[in-house]
């Protein structure tokens, strides 16, 4: 089997240069990757669902996703995807960068659209099913992107262009209410905060306090606020995120199961193997044999 991570994928099907900020990719989890942690970037993405089951996380909601599923994912918002009782998810993923949208002058479709967009402003829906009533249509315009990714003939990057402000156009005309913001921006700022920490550290040793630290908060108001954002606790939280870049590494690299446990802050071989057990249902060296 050709292992290929998430990244690798990522950099393997980049359509165009660095001065046109898109991207279109397949994925399968977990046969190219075990899982994608919680994270954000500063990228619009559409998952287009091909076969099979899966779960993504939505600001730490899990949410059951089918073959046909279109999930819209705005630019900052924390995310997950996970396979759902050793299913298999075939999945396109389609990134772009707002900047496809945004004018150098501030026009009406800049401020009356894309910046409320971006913000969390428009009541724009997260999954896109089949019955949905825009569903066929939003999926004309996912065909249509991959149709010209597949020849990229003349004039290409206009073609990309132009279909995803149609796409944007349908979605704006079926949902054309704003909202107020649901969730506390301070909050919701804190909590990436905690999030880029582990992304940075999780190789080290991290107590609650140090977590706590990062925000100015005592450990007792920590562990209140991460469990009311995350329906978890910090360790969990901790123990998960170390246990998915574990199994990424099995599944990429050739270096031993004790060198990967302590490159993923396991100091202590014994609680990683049990861990990564309870989580994955398999030994560290089981869960590697599938990617040999």
Known sequence: MQNK???????????????FLFNIYPCTIPMDFAEVPVHWHDDVEFISVRKGTGIVELD??????????????RPSRLHAIKPMDGNTMEYENIMLNPSFFLSYQLDACTQEYFIPFMEGLYH??????????????????ITHLDDICSTKDFAWQVGIKSTLFELFYLLFTY?????????????????????????????NQIAVEDAA????????????????????T??????????????????????????????????????FNRQFKRKYQMTPSAFRELYL
């Open 5 to 19: 991570t998430y990244e690798t994928l990522q950099e393997v099907k980049k359509h165009g240069r660095p001065d």
């Open 60 to 73: 730490f909601v899990p949410h059951t996703v089918t073959a046909g599923d279109l999930i819209l994912i």
């Open 124 to 141: 724009l829906p997260s999954i896109f099913h089949q019955e949905d009533e825009c569903y066929s249509s939003l999926m004309k315009c």
């Open 175 to 203: 949902y054309p209410y704003k909202q107020p913001r649901q969730m506390d921006e301070k909050k919701y700022a804190a909590l990436k905060d905690i999030i880029t920490y582990v992304d940075e550290n999780y190789a």
């Open 213 to 232: 630290s990062v925000l100015g908060y005592s450990e007792s108001h920590f562990m209140r606020f991460f469990k009311q954002q995350t329906n978890m």
């Open 234 to 271: 910090f360790i969990t939280y901790l123990n998960n995120y170390r246990l998915a870049k574990a199994a990424q590494a099995l599944s990429t690299t050739s270096d031993s199961i004790l060198e990967i446990a302590g490159n993923c802050g396991y100091e202590n071989l014994s609680l």
